[in-house]
């Protein structure tokens, strides 16, 4: 497969829309899971689980694009 018929393929399939996408709804995600589990006085290693699992379904997002 040449170089430019691969990136016309994921410019078709809207793979970078969807990497935009989850970027913005993961940092936001992000942002209200960290400002609720500090109200909520949850312990630190639910943010660390939580950062890890929307970091994770970011490759998962990308592939089922």
Do not use: C, H, N
Not at 13 to 32: D, H, P, Q, S
Not at 40 to 48: H, R, T, Y
Not at 50 to 56: G, N, P, Q
């Amino acid at each position: 497969m040449r170089q430019m018929s691969f990136y016309q393929e994921l410019k078709r399939r809207k793979v970078f829309r969807v990497a935009i996408a989850y970027a913005v709804i993961g940092w936001i995600l992000a942002e209200i899971g960290d400002l609720l589990f500090e109200t909520f006085e949850a312990p630190v290693w639910v943010m660390k689980v939580f950062t890890t699992v929307i970091i994770l379904g970011f490759p998962l997002a990308l592939f089922f694009a």
